[in-house]
Each structure stands twice: as C-alpha cells, then as structure tokens.
C-alpha cells in the first residue's frame, strides 16, 4: 500500500514524495504519421512527461510539439532516445535534464539547471537561461542563444555549451572536460579551479578564477567554433580567447597526509 | 528555500493585492510557513498603521479575547495621548489590526510607545504601506485579510520555510524598516553575519522584533535612509556589509528595487514590461499573473536595479 497525501492543487505524493504516484498519460496528442502535438496548458509536469513519454516511446513518433508549457518544472526530463521535441515556450527549474539522444528546441526562455547531466543529444535555447546551465553535462551541444545566468557549466564533464549573450559569475566552475563558447561577456572567478576543458570567450572576462589562465588559440580550436557555429546558424565574433587549467592544482602524485601514514 | 515576488504598475494602480497572491500561491512549494504582503495603495494625508496583539502560536486561555479587547483600547488610548488623532481601528483577524489616523510628530516615539504594550507588534506604519503577514499560505493569508480588493501601484510578498528562526508572525516577511515609514524589505536566503550587525544595529538604538536574519535587512536599509542615503546607494553598500547568500527585494512610497549576493546563489526572475515590471523566485509566478509568453532573465550577481512609478 503506498502512502499517499494530497497537496496543493490536489496534487498527491507518496512516502518518497513522488508527486502524482497514480497520473496516467492524458493522450490528448494529436498524431499525424511520426510526428504529434499537445497543448500543456492544463496539464501538470507529471502529465506533460507521461504524454511525452508515451509518444515517443509508445507510438514510434519521431517529432513532438508541446505548446503553452508556462515555465512549468521538470519538463521533458530522462528522455533516453533520438527523437525531436520542440517546445513552444517558457520551461521553468530542471528542464530537459538527464537526457541521452534527443534534439530539444525550446523557443522561450529556460530556468535553473537546464539539461543538467545531459549525455547526448542537442539542446537549444532561444531566449536566456538561468544559472547552472548544463551543470554536470557529459555530452551532446546546450545552445542558448541570449544570456546565461552564474555557474554555466559547473562541473562540465564533456560536451559543448554555446552561449550567444553574457554569462554570469563563476562560469565553468569545477570543469572537468569539455568546452564553453561564450560570444559575450563572463562574470567573475571565470574558470575557478577547473580540471580541464577549455572556455572560449569573445567579450571581456571580469576576472580569472583559481587556477584558471589564458591559452593560446590554435587552429583545430578555430575549426571547432566555425563548425558549431555554422551548424547553429550564429554569427561568429572574431575576438575569443581561450581560457584553460593552469595545473598547478594538480597535486594527484601527491598522497594525502592520512594516506601517506598508510603507506610508510 | 522561500519564495519571493514583487510587482510595480508604472501607469497607476492596478489590483496588486490579487496579483501577489497569485505569483505567491503558485510558489507555495517554496514555502508553506507562512505568508506576508507589503502593499502601497493610495498614499492618504493618514498614517495607516498595522499592528498585531497576539500570536496565532498563544495559547489562547479563558480571558484572552478580554485581554485583546483590553489591549486594543490601550492602543487607541496611547495614540491619543501621544497627539494623534485617531480615525478609526478595525479588527482584520482574531490579533491583527489596522489603525488610521491623523499625526505630524516623530514616528519613533509613537511606535515605541504602542509597542510597550504587552504582546503588541507594529507590523507597518506609513502613508501608503500596509504589511501584512500570518501563518499558512498565500490564499488563507488573502481571504483572512481580504487582500483581493487592495489596490495599489506596487508591493512584494513572501512565502516562507522556516530555516533561521521559528514559524511564527514575528519571523514572516515582510519586514517594515522600523521607524522609517512607508519601507519594507523580503528577502531569500541566508545572512552570516547576523549577530554582528543585529549588535551594531542595537548599539545605534533600533528595535529587533524577532530572531530571523533578513530583520537585519530592513532595519539597516532604514539607517541609511535615515541619514539621508538614496535607496539605490544604500542597497549597494549593503552588498559588501552583509554576508552570506541574498535575493531581495524593498519598497518604498515610489519604489521597488532588488538586490542581488555576489554570487548570484538564489533565484530571480525579472519581467520588465511596458506598463510593469514583475520579478519573482520563478518564472511561474510571473505566469500566473502574465499568461502570454513573456522575455524574462535572471539579474546577475551584485546587480542593484530600482524601478519608480
């Protein structure tokens, strides 16, 4: 027997707080051979997701439109196939998190950690994003065509994020692989105590986090922005600077004092 | 976590009291505490002051609704001792009260005196600012208090979770920058610092009304203001002076402004339209009042900005 309580809007929880343990799929799609619409204006986040995800996984359809989304949270979260979801609007907190394969294109504005842990697949976003964009990514292309808020990309672990506006403080914080291409301005501690990776930026950086310095830009990191740039159809400033790992946090010879008991 | 909203009408009043509650409802997941308005209707030639007798946390034992009654008419009593003259005192809820009234002296004075009644917190005193705040979520708070009505130019709001201090009125925002009329202050986050601005802020004679951080806020706001600092200046210096982790906002007779943590660590979500601006802790909250699809963006960090009716 599962616990369940009614919250606010009638939404119900069960013992481990999943919202809406008992919501099925409202199928209010309408299917035209692989491709399917809904409106999301009524619908919870939970039903939004279930109607996606019986879409693309239970009908075979290669191509969703979701109208009205009303910067709802959580929205198309874990979809781990190839498919395209074009959001008409505004996604809230968590949006297009933990996918693997799919190509997203929201044309309003997201929140928080958008495709945050994203392994592959594309993302695009017209308008701004909040902060933590593609926080943790492993993989695939984030475009955000206006500006980002602070900490894009902490703790990047691979794949590409394209900022066509300014990013805010701290951007690139904790990176581990990766790359940032910010045609704007970045906010302070820019690259702080990143592992690795490489951040690309065209406007002025307000100033360098730890261990975080400039490199030289080569032409195989010239070919890279030109390609992405062209695949995005965005115009390409002339004036990125590269910014990397200086090491010298890289203490990983180094055994920790406890260790170092162990070993003598 | 907490949730907070502000909304500014650039071209006359609008219904603000059904607005906040809406953009506040919507955010009841970021805290289901408490809730609290700080509201600026018609400016009057009258100071309105909002004042709580009780604590809805009281035990509410045989003689209590006497007690109340006893202390309402202190009140009146007080205030026409200290030279105002009152209009009238309305009851809004079982403790919380609204008194109008016609008064030219120092507010400070006059604050202090009611509030040495035993149990008595001003909650806002001002020309055009009403606070009000209490336990439970913003659509009880709105049809307690028949909030739906208000009309007004601008006023944020606040739903709380309890992190810093307890669950009652005393720790709901809004905070009025008590004695400086007419400003109030919500706020999101964390402040470090605390105990030693609360000790400076005391040193230099203000009123501490509860144990939650963000009192800090307005009270320091008003010394500033006090000596003469503009709002905009005032809120950037408090950038360096306070640490820890902010979003807030303050409103005074003709303003609303936001200021923003160095690091940017909580939410903001800033809607400037041609005839208002809205900001809120999420997008969804603007939504609930703006439907259509809208351009919105997070302020950055140590980002001040002021709006003016």
């Known amino acids: 027997m599962v616990a369940v309580t009614a919250g606010e809007r009638g939404v119900r929880y069960d013992i481990r707080g999943l919202a809406e343990p008992d919501a099925v799929a409202p199928k209010i799609a309408k299917i035209d051979g692989d491709t399917a619409g809904f409106d999301a204006a009524d619908l919870s986040p939970r039903q939004i997701n279930l109607e996606l995800r019986r879409l693309v996984y239970g009908e075979g359809i290669r191509e969703v439109t979701i109208d009205n989304p009303g910067a709802k949270h959580s929205i198309a979260v874990g979809i781990l196939t190839c498919c395209r979801i074009r959001i008409n609007g505004s996604l809230g907190y968590f949006g297009c998190g933990l996918v693997d394969g799919p190509e997203i294109h929201i044309t309003g504005r997201v929140g928080w950690s958008v495709a945050e842990n994203m392994m592959s697949g594309v993302v695009v976003i017209d308008k701004n994003a909040g902060s933590l964009t593609g926080a943790a990514i492993r993989g695939g292309d984030l475009v955000i065509r206006g500006h980002v808020g602070a900490r894009t990309g902490i703790d990047q672990k691979g794949g590409t994020i394209i900022v066509g506006g300014n990013a805010g403080a701290t951007t690139g914080f904790m990176m581990q692989r990766g790359r940032q291409i910010i045609c704007g301005d970045a906010g302070g501690g820019l690259g702080d105590s990143m592992y690795d990776g490489s951040i690309y930026v065209a406007g002025k950086v307000a100033s360098l986090g730890v261990d975080c310095v400039e490199a030289e830009m080569t032409p195989a990191d010239d070919e890279l922005i030109d390609r992405k740039f062209r695949i995005y159809g965005m115009d390409r400033p002339d004036t990125f600077r590269k910014f990397t790992c200086g090491r010298k946090l890289w203490n990983y010879d180094n055994l920790e004092p406890s260790e170092r008991k162990l070993v003598l | 976590m907490c949730g907070i909203a502000g909304i500014i009408h650039l071209d006359g009043p609008g219904d603000i009291g059904r607005e906040i ?70 009851s809004e809820s079982a403790y919380a009260y609204r008194a109008t009234f016609r008064y030219e002296g120092e507010l400070k004075p006059l604050a202090d005196y009611v509030e040495n009644i035993p149990g008595c917190e001003v909650l806002s005193l001002g020309h055009s600012l009403e606070i009000v705040k209490d336990l439970g979520d913003a659509r009880t708070v709105s049809d307690t208090y028949k909030l739906d009505d208000f009309r007004g130019t601008h006023g944020i709001g606040h739903v709380r979770m309890a992190t810093e201090s307890d669950v009652d009125i005393a720790g709901a925002h809004p905070y009025w920058a008590y004695p400086f009329s007419d400003v109030a202050v919500v706020h999101n986050g964390q402040l470090t610092n605390y105990h030693q601005w609360r000790r400076r802020l005391e040193r230099s004679g203000h009123r501490f009304q509860s144990e939650c951080d963000s009192e800090i806020i307005a009270v320091y706001l008003a010394e500033r203001l006090a000596a003469g600092m503009s709002l905009d200046s005032a809120m950037k210096e408090s950038l360096d002076d306070l640490d820890g982790v902010f979003t807030y906002l303050v409103v005074t007779e003709d303003s609303l402004g936001m200021a923003k943590d160095e690091m940017a660590a909580k939410p903001l979500v800033l809607h400037e339209g041609e005839n208002m601006v809205a900001l809120a802790s999420e997008e969804s909250a603007i939504r609930a009042i703006l439907p259509q699809e809208i351009d919105s963006y997070d302020p950055y960090e140590r980002e001040v900005m002021v709006w003016s009716r």
Do not use: C
């Open chain 2, 21 to 90: 509650t809406q953009m506040l409802q919507s955010m009841k997941h970021r805290g289901p505490d408490s809730a609290g308005y700080a509201l600026y209707g018609e400016p009057s030639e009258m100071l309105v002051m909002r004042f709580k007798l009780a604590d809805p946390n009281d035990s509410q034992d045989f003689d209590f609704s006497e007690r109340l009654e006893r202390s309402r008419r202190e009140v009146e009593s007080r205030l026409s001792k200290i030279g105002a003259n009152v209009d009238r005192v309305q």
